[in-house]
């Protein structure tokens, strides 16, 4: 004889069985069973929170009861407490945080920039990373000095001395010089831009692209009338610019490699 339950409420009656629930702190791996979407919590505000799947791809997803499954099993994410400070796993540059890793004491090698401005955009990004390393950054005024402030350095197996130039292209004075102080632990790179400004992605200024500047005409004051900002003091353009800068996501590629290679370089984990 078959065997009924004596529960006889419809199953979509039954009230559900009620589930765990779990702060969505971030680097949590979660599934979004509707989309099939899996990855990592990196952001929870009021109502969503955004994943971020092993691609760097982002999604983001409304925080509804039952909404999300981790190692398979149905839970409800929760904005985590207010008491919990919510560290995150990536520093800017996107390489894993290391929470309260005490800063290294500074290596005898150093990264030189041309400028403030680039000296503080590396800073902003890479600036826990270079902490970490016991890397210091300082900034030269052009490139003309380079070959005596490479002289007077002595780089060498224990000390190598890292260089970012704007706007190296071949041929230029600036590409001569940087030929001449290149060695086996001395390392000039540069970036295609022609100001650091440059290297930060149009869209996370809200423009559609950077203005062409005439030859002969300085590039900072040209750059703010064609856009409207006010040129008469560009270095609170620059603080602006930066303010809009949270990660490497920001930039533009062609000065993360640079940046990166120069680390690499001047911890030796890049090789000689």
């Given at each position: 004889?078959?065997?009924?339950?004596?529960?006889?409420?419809?199953?979509?009656?039954?009230?559900?069985?009620?589930?765990?629930?779990?702060?969505?702190?971030?680097?949590?791996?979660?599934?979004?069973?509707?989309?099939?979407?899996?990855?990592?919590?990196?952001?929870?505000?009021?109502?969503?929170?955004?994943?971020?799947?092993?691609?760097?791809?982002?999604?983001?997803?409304?925080?509804?009861?039952?909404?999300?499954?981790?190692?398979?099993?149905?839970?409800?994410?929760?904005?985590?407490?207010?008491?919990?400070?919510?560290?995150?796993?990536?520093?800017?540059?996107?390489?894993v945080a290391v929470p309260g890793a005490r800063a290294r004491v500074a290596r005898a090698g150093r990264i030189y920039?041309?400028?403030?401005?680039?000296?503080?955009?590396?800073?902003?990004?890479?600036?826990?990373?270079?902490?970490?390393?016991?890397?210091?950054?300082?900034?030269?005024?052009?490139?003309?000095?380079?070959?005596?402030?490479?002289?007077?350095f002595a780089p060498g197996p224990d000390a190598r001395l890292g260089v970012l130039v704007d706007h190296l292209v071949?041929?230029?004075?600036?590409?001569?010089?940087?030929?001449?102080?290149?060695?086996?632990?001395?390392?000039?790179?540069?970036?295609?831009?022609?100001?650091?400004?440059?290297?930060?992605?149009?869209?996370?200024?809200?423009?559609?692209?950077?203005?062409?500047?005439?030859?002969?005409?300085?590039?900072?004051?040209?750059?703010?009338?064609?856009?409207?900002?006010?040129?008469?003091?560009?270095?609170?353009?620059?603080?602006?610019?930066?303010?809009?800068?949270?990660?490497?996501?920001?930039?533009?590629?062609?000065?993360?490699?640079?940046?990166?290679?120069?680390?690499?370089?001047?911890?030796?984990?890049?090789?000689a």
């Amino acid at each position: 004889m078959r065997q009924y339950s004596p529960d006889l409420t419809p199953p979509w009656k039954k009230p559900k069985q009620p589930v765990p629930e779990v702060p969505a702190e971030p680097g949590l791996v979660v599934e979004e069973p509707g989309t099939g979407f899996c990855g990592a919590v990196i952001r929870c505000e009021a109502g969503t929170v955004t994943l971020e799947d092993r691609f760097g791809k982002h999604r983001v997803f409304p925080l509804e009861p039952r909404g999300f499954l981790l190692e398979g099993k149905v839970v409800t994410l929760v904005r985590p407490s207010a008491s919990a400070p919510v560290r995150p796993t990536r520093t800017a540059s996107g390489s894993v945080a290391v929470p309260g890793a005490r800063a290294r004491v500074a290596r005898a090698g150093r990264i030189y920039v041309e400028g403030r401005h680039d000296a503080e955009l590396v800073e902003k990004v890479w600036g826990d990373d270079l902490r970490i390393e016991g890397v210091v950054v300082e900034y030269l005024e052009g490139v003309d000095d380079l070959p005596s402030i490479v002289a007077d350095f002595a780089p060498g197996p224990d000390a190598r001395l890292g260089v970012l130039v704007d706007h190296l292209v071949p041929g230029t004075k600036e590409w001569r010089i940087a030929e001449a102080v290149t060695s086996e632990y001395a390392l000039v790179v540069g970036h295609p831009y022609i100001d650091i400004w440059q290297a930060v992605k149009p869209s996370s200024l809200g423009i559609a692209e950077w203005p062409e500047v005439p030859r002969g005409q300085d590039w900072k004051t040209g750059v703010c009338r064609a856009l409207g900002w006010p040129s008469e003091n560009t270095g609170a353009v620059w603080q602006a610019i930066l303010g809009r800068v949270g990660s490497y996501k920001d930039l533009e590629p062609e000065l993360l490699g640079r940046v990166e290679e120069l680390i690499d370089f001047v911890t030796g984990s890049g090789g000689a």
